[in-house]
């Protein structure tokens, strides 16, 4: 299975930049996606970017230019920088990754790190 750890959440300025980590432990050779969610207070989950284990990444619309994932294999670290922020940035942000363990597609989940955004 994989394990997954988020650091680098903070209080920030709006219009300033902050980047996010993950460490992802576990059996690496699983993952099919790995990627970045968050959850502002009384929204649902929503994804931001992902990698594809081609290598592709994807962006959901509202990113904008404004946050880039990106993943170091040989440290085994999925990062997310996040530029120009924005009170609306306010959220906890996850790190997620789809892996196979024990035969099946599993979904595994950082434990969220808060981000927020002062005006």
């Known amino acids: 299975q994989v394990q997954l750890v988020e650091s680098g959440g903070d209080l920030v300025q709006a219009g300033g930049s902050l980047r996010l980590s993950c460490a992802i432990s576990g059996d690496d050779d699983s993952i099919n996606t790995v990627g970045w969610y968050r959850q502002a207070p009384g929204k649902q989950r929503e994804l931001i970017a992902d990698?594809?284990?081609?290598?592709?990444?994807t962006y959901t619309d509202f990113t904008k230019g404004r946050f880039t994932i990106s993943r170091d294999y040989a440290k085994n670290m999925l990062y997310l920088e996040i530029d120009n922020l924005k009170q609306e940035d306010t959220a906890k942000y996850y790190c997620?990754?789809?892996?196979?363990?024990?035969?099946?597609?599993?979904?595994?989940w950082g434990q969220g790190i808060q981000v927020t955004v002062s005006s």
């Open positions: 990698i594809l284990r081609s290598g592709k990444i």
């Open positions: 997620h990754a789809d892996a196979w363990y024990e035969g099946d597609v599993h979904e595994f």
